[in-house]
Each structure stands twice: as C-alpha cells, then as structure tokens.
C-alpha cells in the first residue's frame, strides 16, 4: 500500500473523448495587420498617458496574481509551509488512513491528465464494496492539500452512521506538496481536466456506475464540479456545492468594489482576470433534483452578490448556513477556509448531518435537470 510522499503510487493515463474535449485549449488566432497596429498604437499611447500606463501595469499585476498566486495557491501556500509542517500534515494523513483502515483500503495514483500534465489522487475503497458501492468525488477548494483532511468530517460522519462507499480525493496540478511548480495550470479550464481525469479514474478502478456517483465542491471546488457536471451531464448522483461562486471573475469584481482606492477599476481587472483565462463560470443549469446549493450571507471572501446561490432559479436547490448559537454569539461573518460545517445548520439541522444525509440517501423519484 502506497504512503504519502513514496514514491509508490500506481499509474493511471487518462485520454481526451467526445464529452471533455471541449475542454482543450484553442489554437492562438493571429491577429490581422489592422489590429497589430491598433494593439501596438494603444500600447505607445499607455506609455505617454502615465496614467493610462499605470492603470494597465496594475491590471498586468492582477492577472499575474491570479496566475501565479491563488488559483489553486500551492504555489504559495508551499512557500509558508515549514519541513516540520509538512511532516506533521503527512503524519495526520498517515493517521487518518490507520483510523480507517477497519472499513477502508486506500490507494495513491499519479493520473496524467489528456493533457500530460500530473495529478495526485487517492481512492478510499470500501473493504465490502462492489460495483455499485457509492462513490463520493471531494473537488477541493484552493489553498488546500490532501493532506489537509479538509473532508474527513464527513467520511468519519458517514463510517459513525455504517454506510458503505467510496471516496476519493486529489490534488490539482501543480497544488500538491511534492509537485512541481512548472506544473501550474494556465488557465481555468484545466482545474476541470483534472477532476475528469480523476472522474476516468474512478470508472475504471472502481466501476462506479453513473447515478452513484457523488460530488462534494468546496470553494474553487464548486465551480470546478460544477463544470464537471456541465460536460458529464449523465452524472445524476447527489451533489453539493458548497460557498462557492458564480464566476471567479464576479468574486474580483466584488472584492475591488469593497475597496474605495480601487472600487472605480472592479470592471476592468475583472476583464483582466478573464482575460488571464482565469473566469471559471459556475452554470447553475446543472443542478438536478438531488443538488444543493449552501452558502453562508456572512461569508466575508465570496459574499452573496458573488455566490452561484444568486443564479439558481429554483430556490428548492438553495440551502442556507446558519451559525449555531455558540458561534453567532462571536459575530455573523464566517472564515471562508476555516469554519468547520458542525459549527453550522441547515434548515434547524446540524450542518455536517444534513450534508452527511443527504448525499448518499438513495433518490425518491426519478431526477430531472432543471
């Protein structure tokens, strides 16, 4: 059995095919001689505006930002993670995977993704599972690592109640803490080839069938979920996006206009962050009769205004977290990364349970997109 940070991790090629090749990257369309010469006209006029160039040079900065920073951070977050950090958070994994042992085996992949890049994945496969065990998806969110545990609540949640199935996590490209950082991704799109690859991984190690397959989005991982659902529209099993956003272009958007000195510029580095091939849009159309939406009104990084909650149509979809008396009493924000769901309710329920509930409650009725 494979260890966190061995090197003895099995392979797993993933290809491109009809539903994900939408997915590749466009050939760079070269520009005619009329806009070479606007673009090169625009670029002098900058230079002699100073403050035309200023305004540009920060627009650069964002998308740089955005590129090199937070979209997934394991760039970033590697850099402030000390050695003794590092080996802590691989002995809380190692532990994690011995408290389970009992109920779970687990088994560490390197996927290469259609596009040749690299992704860590894990499968937890229920000791008694078969081939119609279901099997939950965890996209993360940014700012995290597998080793981070940041879904075990819920696997222990699931293992307290006896019910039997699968998990499996990852690592997007170049997020991981043994990856490289030339593996980054350069634009959006390729945070959702990674959660295909893992879906191809799933199928062909587990045999999942379709309609027992489950995702869990967090943050980032909600839009990159929801994108995955976007092009696997016969994925039917329950789903759960949980505070995330609209479009990450909306989150800038509303962060820039919280801030006075650059409230009058939230449109423009928007368009910048768009442009940088970072808009990851979340379509609320994908949710089915077994998806829910959560966001918290307090969430201080992606408030409401920038929330996919806002855009779904059918309210029945839309769960609310309400913090519970102990924590209300410290304020109504919530620490986007931080704050634990069993601080939180959902509809008078404690927030894990019901989460816990209902994603692997076998369907009622037959699913319908809405």
């Known amino acids: 059995m494979a260890t966190v940070g061995s090197v003895s991790s099995q392979p797993f090629q993933a290809s491109w095919n009809e539903q994900n090749a939408s997915l590749q990257e466009a050939p760079a369309r070269s520009l005619t001689l009329i806009q070479r010469v606007c673009k090169l006209a625009y670029f002098i006029f900058s230079i002699v505006c100073f403050p035309l160039g200023l305004v540009r040079l920060s627009g650069w900065i964002v998308s740089k930002i955005a590129r090199h920073l937070f979209l997934p951070s394991g760039w970033f977050y590697r850099q402030i993670l000390s050695l003794q950090m590092r080996r802590e958070m691989q002995r809380n994994f190692q532990a994690f995977c011995g408290s389970i042992s ?20 894990t499968i937890f496969r229920h000791r008694f599972a078969t081939d119609n065990t279901p099997t939950v998806l965890f996209c993360p969110s940014n700012a995290s690592v597998r080793e981070q545990l940041v879904f075990s609540p819920l696997v222990h949640k699931w293992i307290e109640k006896g019910i039997a199935c699968n998990f499996v996590i990852f690592d ?39 309609h027992q397959i489950h995702r869990y989005g967090w943050s980032l991982g909600g839009g990159v979920s929801a994108n995955l659902g976007r092009i696997h529209p016969e994925l039917t099993g329950s789903y759960v996006n949980e505070r995330s956003f609209s479009s990450t272009s909306d989150v800038v958007r509303i962060w820039c206009k919280q801030r006075p000195l650059i409230k009058c510029f939230a449109n423009y580095y928007s368009n910048c962050f768009k442009r ?11 949710l089915n ?22 855009k779904v149509q059918n309210t029945e979809r839309v769960r609310v977290l309400v913090s519970s008396a102990e924590l209300a009493a ?35 009725e037959e699913i319908s997109v809405i």
């Open 102 to 121: 009992g109920t779970h085996t687990h088994t560490h992949f390197d996927v290469t993704t259609p596009d040749s890049s690299r992704v860590k994945a």
């Open 172 to 210: 997007y490209r170049g997020s991981g803490l043994g990856t490289d950082d030339a593996e980054r991704p350069k634009r959006a799109e390729d945070l959702v080839i990674d959660a295909d690859a893992v879906l191809q991984l799933i199928r062909d190690q587990l045999r999942t069938p379709d």
């Open 276 to 286: 940088a091939g970072w808009d990851l849009v979340s379509p609320p159309t994908v």
């Open 289 to 310: 009769d077994r998806s829910i939406v959560v966001y918290h009104p307090g969430d201080a990084l992606i408030p409401p205004s920038a929330g996919l909650a806002r």
């Open 330 to 364: 410290c304020g109504d924000k919530i620490d986007h990364h931080t704050e634990l769901l069993e601080n939180y309710e959902i509809d008078g329920e404690n927030a894990l349970e019901y989460i816990a509930h209902f994603m692997l409650q076998p369907p009622t």
